[in-house]
């Protein structure tokens, strides 16, 4: 499996960004799939995720109402629209990827990563 994250950038408050995740061989019948972010000195976070299947999705109570996730199923590309940007949205963002659908919002159930891309909002 690969998974590759691009599209982070700065951006000031009250801005936008979107990211993008090209995903590639992801054979499961089931996965989850999408973002997370870790600010420095801090552990990782899910940011917004969704199952395959049944397009069940996540979102971090933080983003909520100003984070969209999407994907676009011929190019195999997970994004991640992010609006009103905030400055505690700064950190380095990780597309991940797992066949556990379950808790997907938990980072440490994740087995594939892509690099990271930063995400800097200035206030």
């Known amino acids: 499996v690969q998974l590759q994250a691009s599209g982070g950038g700065l951006a000031q408050a009250g801005g936008s960004l979107r990211l993008s995740c090209a995903a590639s061989?992801?054979?499961?019948?089931?996965?989850?799939i999408g973002w997370f972010r870790q600010a420095p000195g801090k552990e990782r976070e899910g940011v917004s995720c969704?199952?395959?299947?049944?397009?069940?999705?996540y979102y971090a109570d933080s983003v909520k109402g100003r984070f969209t996730i999407s994907r676009d199923n011929v190019e195999n590309t997970v994004y991640l629209q992010m609006n009103n940007l905030k400055p505690g949205d700064t950190a380095v963002y990780y597309c991940?990827?797992?066949?556990?659908?379950?808790?997907?919002?938990?980072?440490?159930?994740?087995?594939?990563w892509g690099q990271g891309t930063q995400v800097t909002v200035s206030s």
């Open positions: 991940g990827a797992t066949d556990y659908i379950n808790a997907i919002y938990d980072p440490r159930l994740y087995k594939y």
């Open positions: 061989g992801l054979t499961e019948d089931d996965y989850a």
């Open positions: 969704f199952t395959n299947r049944d397009g069940r999705k």
